[in-house]
């Protein structure tokens, strides 16, 4: 088997995030600084396993379920970020403070990641866009003395019914 090192990538790139916009309209995305651990994005499928009387293993698969996430940790642990991994509006950080409410909406998001992308020649980008997105998922946000304070996140990757190409969730593209 031969190797072509040019496909093997290491290295960041730069999560931006902005207001969802329908039709997969492109939105106004800020960088959120500083990650750490990277970012992921990680499908889950559920696959329902087809048996039948005369055999003791499966016989087919049918998927009844996809789900994406997204995941970094951030490390610039500002108001606004907290605020949004916690699924409260950006209008809940105002003049220094964030108001945690019993907001009910979720506030969806429209996502970017720019990092290298594989192959030949040098210098080209990978884009991932997600159209539809929500932060729901955080873990703990500890401050300790000999440790960072970062913003753990998870974002859900929701289908845009409004966008009319095939990428209703996202899409890669190498350039």
């Not at 873990?139 to 913003?151: C, R, V």
Request: aromatic letters at 8%; charged letters at 20%; one cysteine or more.
């Amino acid at each position: 088997m031969s190797v072509t090192t040019t496909n093997i990538i290491v290295g960041s790139g730069t999560l931006s995030v902005g207001e969802y916009v329908t039709a997969g309209g492109a939105g106004s995305l800020t960088d959120v600084g500083a990650t750490d651990g990277g970012v992921s994005i990680t499908p889950n499928l559920s696959v329902l396993d087809i048996f039948v009387d005369q055999q003791i293993t499966a016989i087919a698969g049918a998927k009844t379920k996809s789900e994406y996430i997204l995941k970094t940790n951030l490390m610039e642990s500002t108001l606004g970020l907290l605020a949004m991994a916690w699924g409260q509006p950006a209008s809940n950080v105002a003049g220094g403070i964030f108001y945690v409410g019993d907001d009910m909406t979720l506030p969806y998001k429209q996502l970017s990641f720019v990092g290298r992308a594989a192959g030949a020649p040098a210098g080209l980008t990978r884009t991932l866009t997600c159209w539809r997105a929500v932060a729901y998922k955080t873990g703990e946000h500890s401050y300790k003395k000999d440790k960072e304070t970062f913003i753990p996140i998870e974002f859900k990757l929701y289908l845009d019914l409004s966008v009319t190409t095939r990428d209703k969730i996202c899409k890669w593209v190498d350039a």
